[in-house]
């Protein structure tokens, strides 16, 4: 068997096992690696910049990110189960389309006077779980009083552009912050995010009251 190269030795000359941690730490090159291998998602996310300020203090990257998606899971499990349905016939479709963009401008301002691990979890959680449940079920409901050619043309934009947009707006922000600013200045990601909110929230009532006159046409 050929010797092992010194790059595959360790540097008290032993050689390595299978339960030992790679080099640079036990998830590879601390920070780094955190934020390359959790990009932001399709609006400015706090959650991986505000991980690696806790790296120092034991957190697992790996560990936690994998814990944070089956919440997300549960919760999104949770509000489509127990809540979707309830909002949209009690109140409507529009307050449906509402409960999203209040839970992260809650959270964003949250996270903008306490910018903590717990709040950018919360955000992070609420994001992804309404997302997937309410918020998907209630958009999809606004294609119901329209024609199939308008509908078509309106899920071309809205499923395929503003997504891909969205998405490389929030990690073009994100890397900026984080490269010229450092993570410790994440919480001021909160102010390009309650922005986009409350106009988001204003083309949700918008969409609301004309799905409202559709409807009842």
Not at 37 to 43: E, Q
Not at 91 to 120: E, K, N
Not at 124 to 148: C, F
Not at 187 to 201: E, H, M
Request: glycine residues 8%; proline residues 6%.
């Amino acid at each position: 068997m050929a010797p092992l190269s010194s790059t595959q030795q360790k540097e008290d000359g032993s050689i390595p096992t299978i339960g030992d941690p790679p080099p640079g730490g036990e998830f590879g090159s601390t920070e780094k690696d955190c934020a390359a291998n959790h990009p932001a998602d399709d609006s400015p996310d706090r959650l991986p910049q505000t991980v690696e300020r806790h790296l120092d203090d034991g957190l697992e990257p790996d560990r936690y990110f994998g814990f944070i998606a089956q919440v997300q899971s549960v919760v999104a499990i949770v509000v489509q189960l127990f809540l979707t349905g309830y909002v949209m016939q009690r109140f409507g479709v529009g307050s449906a389309l509402l409960a999203l963009p209040v839970a992260i401008l809650l959270g964003s301002v949250g996270f903008l006077l306490l910018p903590t691990l717990s709040i950018a979890t919360l955000m992070s959680v609420s994001d992804n779980g309404m997302s997937y449940s309410i918020n998907q079920s209630a958009r999809e409901a606004l294609y119901v009083p329209i024609s199939q050619e308008e509908k078509y043309q309106a899920k071309a934009v809205i499923d395929i552009l503003v997504p891909r947009f969205a998405k490389t707006v929030a990690t073009g922000l994100n890397l900026f912050l984080v490269v010229y600013f450092g993570t410790e200045q994440v919480r001021w990601l909160s102010l390009i995010s309650i922005s986009i909110l409350v106009l988001w929230i204003v083309v949700v009532r918008f969409a609301g009251r004309r799905f409202e006159q559709l409807a009842a046409a």
